[in-house]
């Protein structure tokens, strides 16, 4: 069975909104009684972040996260008003828009903090916030050091009436089990430090999805599911979508753009870094690094055509690259499916990560402003 449809796209990533439903749903059963906030940042990974955060709120998800506030003004701006946390923040960012509009922001300094009470006033509205406290990434977050000071403030600013503490969270650095167990009890003592200050956050939360699946202990009241949600592992060590029970929700397929026989010793693409070692055909598919096909996985990575693999052969050039089919038939307009559901036969996002020597995050959420994206399942 194909995964490509039949007369598809010329370049194409199909997102089926049915499968972002189910792997919430899958993931929600999974960690309950916590609940699920639905990371849609960076345009969803690529999927459409208004399109996923409406199914994911569909199907369970009782928040959405992101990195930017530009982002939560964006969900804010389709219509969707649920509750939603931005924790990336521009230095000089004006904190008057997202308070108005309900947007919770993620507080990675005393500085922010005041930066984001200074801005109540104006907004008319008392600012919610979760503290990001740094347990060991030493990405951003309160430095440890700075808890004491930054729990003592927030309680004064919560008292004056100007931010609220919704939440406490962190982010794990998923190094070992051993480590991300140490995060979790210095997490614990961040929460027990601001409990003594007088706060009383609603949500304590920590997992993403690797530790959402695998470490239970971490997931307190709420988990931050990004990749889980999308279908792809988030453990990058072959564990695979089928055995965690989640679907891959990005197909990325074309059209065979031309197709053409060569001789033994023809060379193929820039470089001519392979040459066919018989006569064989090759066919054309019209997606190259501008589309996010990474180059590095030139002569690696292998798409699914007339219901079997086939081998990348040659450079992957800006707009296009070259498979090899072989002796078999093949014809102008076939669809070709780069990753999408294994289940189908095609290759998955991870197995072109590997070829490109990265994740399978990277390869969805580069998929470039060329490919159209087209929502199946949509309600
Ligand atoms: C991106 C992100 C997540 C989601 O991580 P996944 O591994 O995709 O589930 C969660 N929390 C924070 C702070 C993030 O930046």
Redesign the pocket.
């Known amino acids: 069975m194909s995964d490509a449809e039949p007369g598809g796209a010329f370049r194409e990533a199909r997102i089926d909104l049915d499968a972002i439903r189910h792997n919430v749903r899958a993931l929600a059963e999974l960690v309950a009684p916590a609940g699920v906030m639905a990371?849609v940042?960076a345009d969803a990974?690529g999927h459409g972040a208004v399109a996923v955060a409406r199914a994911a709120l569909d199907a369970g998800a009782l928040r959405l996260?992101v990195?930017d506030i530009d982002e939560a003004l964006a969900l804010r701006g389709a219509g969707i008003d649920a509750r939603v946390l931005a924790?990336l923040h521009d230095p000089g960012a004006s904190f008057r828009v997202p308070i108005e509009r309900g947007v919770e922001l993620g507080i990675s300094s005393t500085g922010q903090l005041h930066a984001v009470a200074d801005a109540t006033a104006s907004a008319g509205r008392v600012a919610d916030v979760h503290l990001k406290l740094d347990t060991g990434l030493s990405r951003n977050g309160i430095p440890r050091a700075e808890w004491p000071h930054a729990v003592a403030e927030a309680a004064r600013l919560e008292r004056e009436g100007l931010v609220r503490v919704r939440g406490v969270f962190s982010?794990l650095a998923n190094t070992s089990p051993e480590e991300d167990a140490a995060q979790l009890e210095a997490f614990l003592r961040g929460v027990e430090l601001a409990e003594a200050a007088g706060l009383r956050p609603d949500v304590r939360h920590l997992a993403?999805?690797?530790a959402?699946v695998r470490f239970p202990e971490a997931r307190l009241d709420l988990v931050?599911?990004?990749?889980?949600m999308y279908g792809i592992p988030?453990f990058g060590d072959g564990t695979t979508a089928a055995e965690l029970g989640l679907r891959p929700a990005m197909t990325l397929q074309g059209r065979v753009a031309a197709v053409r026989r060569v001789a033994a010793g023809d060379g193929v693409s820039y470089g001519h870094t392979w040459r066919a070692d018989r006569a064989t055909t090759l066919a054309l598919v019209p997606l190259g690094y501008a589309d996010g096909v990474p180059r590095q996985a030139s002569g690696r990575a292998e798409v699914f055509l007339r219901g079997r693999r086939r081998p990348v052969v040659g450079r992957i050039a800006m707009d296009q690259f070259l498979v090899d089919v072989g002796d078999d038939e093949v014809a102008v307009g076939d669809p070709v499916v780069l990753f999408g559901d294994p289940a189908s036969g095609a290759p998955s996002a991870d197995e072109w990560g590997e070829a490109a020597e990265t994740i399978g995050?990277e390869i969805v959420t580069r998929v470039g402003p060329r490919v159209p994206r087209r929502h199946t399942g949509e309600r």
């Open positions: 990371v940042k990974y996260g990195a924790w982010h993403s999805s690797a959402a931050r599911i990004g990749i889980g988030p995050y």
